[in-house]
């Protein structure tokens, strides 16, 4: 591997984000170590932070594929939010495994009702999620009354508390993405995924057998492995990345553009919708107002990531770190007793910062070596 290849995987556009979360919890770790705080890089507190950024992780992979198509979706937590209601309310007549299925099938018919009208009508991703946004939020206020609505039976309650709450041991979990990963690096002679996949399986011995996590992280490691795979390893994601970053191109090579754009909003709105599903599981309860905002972070931490707003580049596992960073901040926020509004205006510099980094690491990837800038 020559030189330049070593300075693109270890440069600020490829890695920054990874050198962010480890210096943000440095950082953190230190200033929590000098103020006689507990340790503020324990399995607890990484834990909780990674359960924290589950539901926004789990809504950023799937808007990181949208990107990449180089649509736009605005409405996920509009959706996640009636994928929640439909689920409280359904659940107490029909059990808690059907209305999940209902709320996904809601979820699903708006995100291919946003596909079809961007594809079919031609008008733009932005204007229309933003529209749906707005609609189904109202269909949230239709559905609720306006109030809030809770779970009471306590045998259906139970089961979503089990599906949510429940603890996985992160041992084995490591272990098997350690081997996988050292398996596809025998297979295709290739060293970066062997380094990883030792990686993962020194720190399944460092954490043990005893350590768990909620299962809502299992979540989001199983489907951003899986997304991840999907892009890096198949067909389906050379395509995806060829319909964003040509659309045109992409049509003339054969590839059905319409189909994978629609699906990528599908794919948005049921990760919302799975979102959703787990957060009325976390509370047994919706309101209203629930979810209200957490669009923008989704799309935060696909940008600290380094997902392109314009289509045809972006990463699954650095959108998920992109999420980590941004709780992590969160997290050291309260355990600072930072004040609130402090705390969006970091968040928001840190978003413009990364933005600014990448940028800048574009250009200076696309100008020619020794031209003048």
């Known amino acids: 591997m020559s030189a330049q290849d070593w300075r693109r995987i270890f440069g600020l556009r490829e890695a920054g984000v990874y050198y962010a979360l480890a210096l943000l919890v440095a950082v953190l770790a230190a200033i929590a170590a000098s103020r006689g705080l507990p340790s503020y890089i324990s399995g607890q507190n990484l834990g909780n932070i990674a359960y924290q950024a589950s ?25 996640a939010a009636l994928a929640a209601a439909v689920l409280i309310a359904l659940a107490g007549q029909i059990g808690f495994p059907a209305s999940a299925i209902a709320a996904l099938c809601t979820a699903a018919a708006i995100g291919l009702l946003n596909g079809a009208i961007v594809q079919f009508v031609g008008i733009n991703a932005f204007i229309v999620t933003l529209g749906t946004l707005t609609a189904v939020r109202g269909l949230v206020l239709v559905l609720t009354d306006g109030r809030s609505l809770m779970v009471e039976q306590p045998d259906v309650l139970a089961q979503m508390l089990a599906f949510e709450s429940g603890r996985v041991p992160l041992f084995w979990l490591l272990l098997a993405g350690g081997l996988a990963l050292l398996g596809l690096a025998i297979a295709r002679r290739r060293w970066l995924p062997g380094i990883g996949g030792a990686a993962l399986a020194l720190a399944a011995m460092l954490v043990g057998r005893h350590f768990t996590i909620a299962a809502p992280v299992l979540y989001l490691a199983l489907f951003a492995g899986i997304m991840g795979f999907v892009l890096r390893f198949t067909v389906v994601g050379r395509r995806i990345y060829a319909v964003g970053g040509n659309a045109e191109a992409a049509r003339l090579s054969g590839i059905n553009v319409n189909a994978y754009r629609i699906g990528a909003f599908a794919l948005s709105s049921v990760a919302a919708g799975f979102a959703g599903i787990l957060f009325a599981c976390r509370l047994g309860a919706i309101n209203p107002t629930a979810l209200q905002g957490a669009e923008l972070t989704v799309i935060a931490a696909a940008i600290l990531g380094g997902t392109s707003l314009f289509g045809g580049a972006g990463s699954v596992v650095k959108t998920v770190v992109g999420a980590l960073l941004l709780f992590t901040l969160t997290n050291g926020f309260n355990i600072l007793n930072l004040g609130a509004n402090y705390q969006g205006l970091i968040e928001g510099v840190v978003v413009i910062a990364a933005a600014a980094i990448y940028t800048v690491g574009a250009g200076r990837a696309r100008r020619p070596r020794g031209a003048v800038a």
Do not use: C, E, N, Y
Request: no cysteine.
């Open 55 to 79: 539901l926004v992780g789990i809504m950023g992979v799937a808007m990181t594929i949208m990107l990449i198509t180089g649509a736009f979706d605005l409405s996920v937590a509009s959706v």
